[in-house]
């Protein structure tokens, strides 16, 4: 079924070309005989040179030993330690032609799962016997693939198998400029007398990606949080340390909500507890190992022992050293929260300040409108009093004014028949048709002299009503804004109210937004 499930995925894949060279470490029981060699593959006779390799004829033959002379252990890998395609971390993809790499997994016996974890995240170890009597295996899969950055995927893969037998370790190994699978390869050719040991190279590839970087990381991410707890809650240290996040004398908070994001990310950078499950497997890997091993004393000897136990030191070592960064991690991640709520705190409360004052302005505008509507009424109610043409009838037609013809019997109200006794003023004009007649009408026009009464009644009558209303809209400005006054009076209790139904902060309302010193 492996066969057969391989040879399907491997029919899916895409093929992405790598730069690849090759790692030989052999042991013998003569040490002058012990040979390190690391060559990259011809171009002109890379395809001939790799089947060499794999089938080791030519220049990658055994030698020829003296008598008593025996190879004890090495290590034979295909390596990509420069990976640099784009999609050469991708699902379904390899960087060996399929004929290439189908040929290099049956040879070496190495795994034909590997083919079904090209899309695994995260750390992912697996270690397994392949439960051959005649010649067991040990093989294992040790990957890492990253998202991408600049578009390119990022990662490194392990893929190897030792035979019980011969002690050799064959593999490929793959990683990209950014991990340290350039570093370890450097680290596994200072430690080649100790390639008795199949996990040797994943111990190595392990020792780096947990190393000292990892604790760093969460120093700095503390560190950071620190910062942003000044910020937060307005310590005095702020002041003189984190200006960064004071804006004109304003608390600048995107900034530290970006901030916020950011620190939460770099403290689940390379998460503990992932790696805590691949040591845990790791031995389990390394108990199978040695349950075989161990019946082979003329391979596995007190230095492969020795080597064994060192390992298994090692991840306990691994084990208490995790343990203390989740710990660690899971501490500064609670902090986070707080901080992240306090922070959702002061913009819920400053939205609610800016609210309740939009509420405030939007009164005050509605009352006045509200005025301006009431003012309004009150010059249209002074027009319709006092319209020109109304005051006009209302004056000519009076009694002062006789617009009547002389010829008629009408004679203004008051004057007798007699026109010697009038005290009015008369004009008389005569008219005659235009065909001679001579009986043409005359029209008097009369004022009275008593004319000055209307207007010592309707001038002081006028300026009494306009200073009473002018009075009377002063007082209701007064009013008006002695109700603004109570408006704004509600709004501060209603925050209040407000303020103290929602959680409690740890820092003065003043500084929170303005740290200006006094």
Not at 117 to 141: K, N, R, Y
Not at 180 to 205: E, G, K, W, Y
Not at 433 to 441: L, R
């Amino acid at each position: 079924m492996d066969q057969y499930l391989f040879r399907t995925y491997l029919d899916q894949c895409k093929f992405v070309e790598e730069t690849t060279s090759w790692i030989e470490i052999l042991n013998y029981s003569d040490e002058s005989l012990n040979t390190i060699d690391e060559h990259r593959f011809g171009p002109d006779e890379r395809r001939v040179e790799f089947y060499n390799f794999l089938h080791r004829r030519g220049v990658f033959a055994p030698k020829k030993l003296k008598e008593g002379v025996r190879l004890l252990n090495g290590i034979r890998l295909i390596v990509q330690k420069d990976a640099q395609q784009d999609e050469t971390f991708a699902p379904l993809h390899v960087s060996l032609k399929p004929e290439d790499y189908s040929s290099m997994v049956e040879i070496m016996r190495l795994p034909y799962r590997a083919i079904e974890g090209t899309s695994v995240v995260g750390p992912f170890f697996w270690a397994a016997l392949d439960h051959d009597e005649e010649d067991p295996h040990m093989q294992i899969i040790f990957r890492k693939s990253d998202v991408r950055k600049k578009g390119k995927t990022r990662g490194w893969e392990l893929m190897l198998s030792h035979s019980f037998n011969t002690g050799l370790t064959s593999g490929f190994v793959k990683g990209t400029p950014s991990s340290d699978i350039d570093v370890s390869i450097q680290t596994l050719l200072a430690c080649a007398s100790q390639a008795m040991h199949p996990f040797l190279l994943p111990m190595i590839v392990l020792s780096h990606d947990i190393s000292i970087k990892t604790d760093m990381k969460q120093r700095e991410a503390r560190e950071w949080l620190r910062r942003l707890e000044h910020a937060v809650s307005m310590r005095q240290e702020i002041l003189e340390e984190e200006s960064n996040y004071i804006k004109e004398t304003m608390i600048n908070l995107d900034q530290i909500n970006r901030d916020l994001v950011e620190c939460h990310s770099q403290v689940l950078w390379k998460r503990p507890q992932a790696y805590q499950e691949t040591v845990r497997s790791f031995g389990i890997a390394l108990d199978s190992f040695w349950s075989l091993a161990r019946d082979r004393p003329e391979t596995y000897g007190k230095d492969a022992e020795k080597l064994h136990n060192s390992f298994v030191s090692r991840l306990d070592f691994f084990n208490a050293k995790l343990k203390g960064i989740e710990n660690y991690a899971h501490i500064t991640l609670e902090r986070l929260s707080i901080q992240r709520a306090a922070l959702y705190n002061i913009i819920a409360q400053k939205e609610s300040k800016l609210g309740l004052q939009m509420a405030v302005d939007q009164r005050k505008l509605a009352h006045a409108a509200k005025r301006d509507a009431t003012s309004m009424k009150s010059i249209s109610l002074l027009g319709a009093i006092f319209l020109p043409a109304t005051l006009l009838a209302s004056v000519f037609s009076m009694t002062f004014f006789n617009f009547q013809n002389q010829n008629s019997d009408f004679s203004p109200a008051g004057s007798g028949n007699d026109s010697s006794t009038s005290t009015s003023t008369s004009t008389s004009t005569s008219t005659s048709g235009s065909d001679g007649d001579s009986g043409g009408a005359s029209v008097s026009y009369t004022v009275s002299p008593s004319i000055w009464v209307y207007f010592a009644i309707t001038i002081p009558l006028t300026l009494i009503i306009v200073v009473t209303w002018l009075l009377w809209d002063k007082k209701r400005e007064a009013e008006y804004a002695q109700e603004d006054k109570d408006i704004e009076k509600g709004i501060d209790k209603m925050e209040q109210k407000i303020m103290a139904e929602m959680r409690k902060r740890t820092m003065s309302t003043a500084r929170t937004w303005n740290v200006a010193k006094s």
